[in-house]
Nanobody, 124 residues
């Protein structure tokens, strides 16, 4: 059974940083892409970042380019999201998800398992 558990969320002031972690179990982590997504209050879930199975290719939504970095440690079955220069509009529940394939993608339809999410709140 695939399980994804996020951690690292919290309350931070604008301009601050947070590092999210997502630890996976129940599948061969190193065979699949991983992604981070978020849902802000009253909004649809949106894609944030994705990383290929090996970690050598990444992709980002335009609104986080240059501020967020996705990475993974296959030995620890963990994917990370380093978030810098946070803005109040980054406030959301952040979810990690397991890709159906090895290639990175921001298409949410290409993910089949999701974590329960971790809250990130950025105060102005």
């Amino acid at each position: 059974q695939v399980q994804l558990v996020e951690s690292g969320g919290g309350l931070v002031q604008a301009g601050g940083s947070l590092r999210l972690s997502c630890t996976a179990s129940g599948h061969t982590f190193s065979n699949y892409a991983m992604g981070w997504f978020r849902r802000a209050p009253g909004k649809e879930r949106e894609s944030v970042a994705s990383i290929s199975y090996s970690g050598d290719r990444t992709d980002y939504a335009d609104f986080v380019k240059g501020r967020f970095t996705i990475s993974r440690d296959n030995a620890k079955s963990t994917v990370y999201l380093q978030m810098n220069s946070l803005k109040p509009e980054d406030t959301a529940v952040y979810y990690c998800a397991k890709g159906k394939l090895y290639a990175r993608t921001l298409n949410q339809n290409n993910y089949d398992y999701w974590g329960q999410g971790t809250q990130v709140t950025v105060s102005s």
